[in-house]
């Protein structure tokens, strides 16, 4: 195994997208468009859709290739624990906090990490997700020797919807 000083990858380098089998398009449609609000960039019929937010052309793919009609994969199997979306602003994630509770959507956490504020749920299909939105690198938590300190609290969702 090599030293991990010795095989950095560039800084720069980010996940652009996630593509996820579901098992009903229309319903993972109105969830993802109809709820979180993401704009609808392309569809491929009753096979697949591309959505996107500010006119990307596309942050989640949908599609029913291999899943159409089928079950979320088994408690204790592996796979993808949950999808992060990124919110730019708190605001902007309250606005996603007000959408899911405008949708019935139950929460199953939120959570205060010091370096981030998040939101934890699975869409209709079983899949995880975490809305949630950076603090300021300036406010993350660090301890006397300037290292990273990340916690998991209890987010205020009160203080969180005042936005």
């Not at 979306?85 to 906090?97: C, E, N, Q, W």
């Not at 998991?152 to 203080?159: A, D, M």
């Amino acid at each position: 195994m090599q030293d991990s000083t010795d095989n950095k990858i560039d800084g720069r380098t980010g996940i652009g997208h996630i593509h996820l089998k579901v098992s009903n398009l229309d319903r993972a449609i109105d969830f993802y468009h109809g709820v979180l609000g993401f704009d609808i960039t392309y569809r491929m019929g009753k096979s697949a859709a591309f959505l996107s937010a500010g006119g990307y052309h596309h942050h989640i793919g949908l599609n029913t290739w291999e899943s159409e009609g089928g079950s979320p994969p088994p408690s204790g199997a592996t796979g993808l624990y949950h999808a992060a979306i990124l919110y730019p602003t708190r605001a902007a994630l309250a606005d996603a906090l007000k959408r899911l509770i405008a949708a019935k959507i139950p929460l199953e956490g939120a959570s205060d990490h010091g370096v981030s504020e998040a939101l934890y749920l699975h869409d209709p299909d079983g899949n995880g997700l975490e809305l949630y939105r950076d603090r300021p690198k300036s406010e993350w938590p660090v301890d006397a020797q300037g290292n990273l300190v990340m916690y998991t609290r209890p987010l205020n969702l009160q203080s969180l919807l005042a936005e």
